[in-house]
């Protein structure tokens, strides 16, 4: 009896020394130090916004002064927070304090993998589309695919940069002095910054957040809301700004915001699905040009994914230069080139090595991602937080990246639903892939074309990383023949598609003050 | 299930010993399907997977440190495919599984003998085969480590033997850098839970047969379940409930072989596939010690 004693002790020992060890996973970015910029950029009042006529579009009223006993009532919330703080506000000061910006496009990629996800299809073999209307309906709204992610990462950007820059106006103009510089006895558990703190840069994103993203994800409103409050409650304990810094700054963010959304409303993308008439055109079409169209290789059948984003109104240029930039036609599907690039792709995927999974899996940004263009604002954003921007010159970078993400999305897809041309599986069956196939034509790839627009951008806003950007492009690109997803051709000229509209980036990146 | 696992001749969880110095060692074969699968708790096909199967070809052995201390191991080869849709299948070695059966006690109660088993196991990746390819992949990827209280009890020669285990299961990494389970996470470790089974089988059992039915629930103790027409995920809460039966034999011409078969279906689950499993193998006992001694001395014996 006393080895069975022994024996259970033991067993016991063990399963309490295993489940002793913490298992839980600490996310990259978790203990991001707090912003410190290094420049504090006090001109970018003066930079060019994106919509905004002039940083002063929206009026923004004079502060109150900092001796009004109004003022100094809100210095004292500030000292009220702070002496019944409690660990999870720490927290919540140490999470916020990283970076506004960074932040806000984490929640936002966060929305994006919740919400890429391709409806389940109806009994009669039809698909439902979701409604923005009735969001949390199934399949719920929005399918958060590959261009609708693009989209919205761009129109937050964009939104929050231009709203930093009126912000950054009126601070130069009215010059409040941040609480902790105003009230030198005031605790403050963020770095200090000379930055006239009103209106609060951090509401201002947050603003134009919320704004935005009520637009884009309107079924998460209950997390954005949270997130937005924790966010503002984060600012007044730190002591970075007091309650009028971010009711001022809030309001701006989402008076801009407004600009943003009256602008998306009407830039395409809500016809974007197309319909039956549309999906039957594009093969007729391409049968019409002799070529063999595109079909979905999803049971049942799945329409093609959003054939008319290509119409969609871009960030960097006009309707026709986005037609410019459409590449001449991949080689014919009857042609013996075709045939050889089918032949190479069948190659790779029968040749699948642990190190094209990688490769593959690495890059894939499949389902319940947050697509290709949140991967490379992932890239991005972990390559700008050693940096020490400004918040103005975080969301003008990051708003640079995503106006070309989302262009080379507009300018891929309206390639792909130009030549309508199948995918490699599709014109030989035995290529089977090491990820998902994406349901809409191939040539040219959306890997490619997303990666060569993200990678000239960031080149320029980081040149010592310009290599780099290259080799992470050229592998996105390449992981999508080793899945036998696409051709060589898809990709390479996919690669210099994006690149092309990475470089009108670039230009306004050198005209816009900023520099 | 998703996971293919090398249950096949369970030696690790039967009330079998081996004499000391006796090797038990020989081939295994396992092929498992399924066309239904539990999306968390919906039942539902996949058009676009058709008919996931797995094969695995094992090397499995056990050996007699003494008769009341066996050590154990596996290692198969699986194989996976999916009969529709455009998805790769994978192969590979998966994992190398090391168990230590001790028998501590020992006694006559009524007019049978119920002994106490404790077991303690040690699964790891013999290769680093993608564990995020589900349910294409050939396993998780986790090191485990394994605690299991087993009592049998036999009369005559019909027994019946319960089982309770913990698995601890050690975090995975990914190739991708961020995933998205009920929220988002910023890297490529996975969080993974850890698990629990119970087994209960009875049947017959003499020195040239034993024919047993099998009941296994497995339940894992965490994670998420799939969402709606998403892809499964290695952190899953993975939970079965099987049933089937285990026949082994050996031939009076042969007494150092023996011929074991058996099958299993899922007959309950969640964030797994219902699996028909059917497996088969061959035994050999070969005696390492000095003595050359058969295996008369009881029942109880490969």
């Excluded at chain 1, 389940?120 to 923005?132: C, E, I, K």
């Excluded at chain 2, 072989?257 to 061959?282: C, E, F, M, W």
Aim: aromatic share 12%; charged share 20%; hydrophobic share 40%.
């Amino acid at each position: 009896m006393r080895k069975i004693v022994f024996a259970l002790a033991g067993i016991v020992a063990i399963v309490l020394v295993v489940i002793a060890c913490s298992k839980s996973v600490t996310g990259r970015t978790d203990d991001a130090a707090a912003l410190t910029p290094e420049n504090v950029d006090i001109n970018a009042g003066d930079w060019k916004p994106v919509l905004l006529a002039t940083p002063a579009d929206i009026v923004v009223a004079a502060p109150a002064a900092t001796n009004t006993p109004d003022y100094i009532a809100q210095i004292n919330e500030i000292k009220a927070w702070q002496q019944n703080i409690t660990q999870e506000e720490k927290d919540m000061v140490k999470y916020w304090s990283a970076g506004a910006v960074l932040r806000w496009n984490e929640i936002l990629r966060e929305l994006v993998a919740k919400h890429n996800l391709p409806p389940y299809q109806n009994d009669d073999g039809t698909y439902p589309f979701p409604s923005a209307n009735n969001p949390l309906a199934y399949p719920q709204f929005p399918f958060a695919n590959p261009p609708y992610a693009a989209r919205a990462y761009a129109y937050v950007s964009a939104a929050q940069y231009d709203a930093l820059v009126s912000a950054w106006y009126y601070k130069r103009l009215y010059n409040r002095k941040a609480p902790y510089n105003v009230d030198s006895s005031l605790n403050v558990l963020i770095p200090k910054s000379e930055l006239p703190s009103y209106p609060s840069e951090d509401a201002v994103v947050e603003g134009a957040a919320v704004e935005t993203m009520k637009l884009l994800f309107p079924g998460d409103q209950d997390f954005i809301q949270q997130k937005a409050e924790e966010h503002k409650r984060a600012r007044i304990i730190s002591g970075a700004n007091v309650r009028s810094d971010i009711e001022a700054g809030e309001a701006l963010g989402k008076a801009v915001a407004q600009k943003f959304v009256t602008r998306a409303r009407g830039d395409r993308a809500g016809a974007a699905a197309g319909n039956q008439t549309v999906w039957t055109q594009l093969e007729t079409d391409a049968i019409a040009k002799g070529e063999i169209p595109w079909y979905s290789l999803e049971l049942p059948k799945r329409p093609p994914m959003l054939p008319l984003f290509g119409k969609v109104k871009a960030f960097l240029f006009d309707s026709l230069t986005a037609i410019s930039l459409r590449p001449g036609p991949p080689p014919s599907t009857s042609s013996k080139a075709m045939e050889d690039e089918a032949n190479e792709v069948y190659n790779y995927i029968k040749d699948d090595t642990r190190e094209h999974y990688r490769i593959v899996h690495f890059w894939a940004d499949g389902v319940g991602t947050y697509t290709p263009a949140g991967h490379w604002d992932a890239i991005a954003a972990e390559d700008f937080i050693p940096k020490h921007y400004s918040e103005v010159r975080w969301a003008r970078n990051m708003a640079l990246l995503n106006m070309a993400l989302m262009d080379a999305g507009i300018v891929c897809w309206d390639t792909k639903f130009f030549y309508f041309n199948p995918r490699p599986t599709q014109l030989n069956p035995k290529i089977k892939t090491l990820t998902g196939i994406p349901n809409f034509p191939s040539y040219i790839s959306g890997h490619s074309t997303f990666s060569g627009a993200a990678a000239a951008v960031l080149a320029h806003i980081i040149p010592d990383n310009a290599d780099k950007y290259t080799s992470m492009a050229q592998e996105a690109s390449l992981s999508r023949i080793l899945a036998g997803i696409h051709y060589r051709s898809d990709c390479s000229i996919g690669l210099e598609v994006g690149k092309n509209v990475g470089n009108y980036a670039v230009l306004r990146a050198q005209t816009d003050g900023a520099e | 299930m998703f996971v293919p696992i090398l249950s096949m001749a369970q030696t690790d969880i039967d009330a079998i010993m081996m004499e000391k110095n006796a090797l038990c060692i020989g081939p295994s074969y396992t092929y498992s399907s399924w066309k239904n699968y539990w999306e968390g708790k919906l039942k539902r096909e996949n058009l676009n997977l058709g008919t996931v199967s797995t094969q695995m070809v094992g090397l499995m052995g056990t050996y007699g440190v003494t008769k009341r201390l066996n050590v154990l191991f596996s290692a198969p080869y699986v194989i996976t495919k999916a009969s529709a849709g455009t998805l790769h299948g994978y192969k590979g070695i998966q994992d190398l599984s090391l168990f230590v059966k001790y028998s501590p006690y020992k006694a006559k109660i009524g007019d049978g003998i119920f002994t106490v088993f404790a077991i303690g196991g040690f699964s790891t990746p013999l290769t680093n085969y993608v564990a995020d390819f589900l349910p294409l992949s050939i396993g998780l990827h986790t090191t485990n480590l394994l605690a299991r209280g087993m009592a049998d009890y036999q009369q005559g020669n019909y027994f019946v033997t319960g089982s309770a285990t913990y698995v601890y299961r050690s975090n995975v990494k990914i190739d991708r850098t961020s995933y998205y389970t009920t929220e988002a996470h910023l890297s490529n470790e996975i969080e993974m839970p850890d698990m629990a089974t119970f087994n209960l089988r009875f049947g017959y059992r003499s020195y040239r047969l034993i024919a047993e039915a099998v009941f296994n629930n497995m339940t894992t103790l965490g994670g998420f379940d799939i969402t709606r027409n998403n892809m499964p995920f290695p952190s899953n809460r993975m939970n079965a409930t099987t049933g089937g039966i285990n026949i082994k034999y050996t031939p009076a011409f042969a007494p150092r072989l023996s011929i074991v078969g058996g099958g299993n279906y899922v007959l309950k689950g969640r964030n797994v596939g219902q699996a028909l499993t059917v497996d088969g193998a061959i035994f050999y006992v070969l005696n390492l010690g000095r003595k050359q001694k058969t295996d008369t001395n009881n029942n109880q014996t490969k």
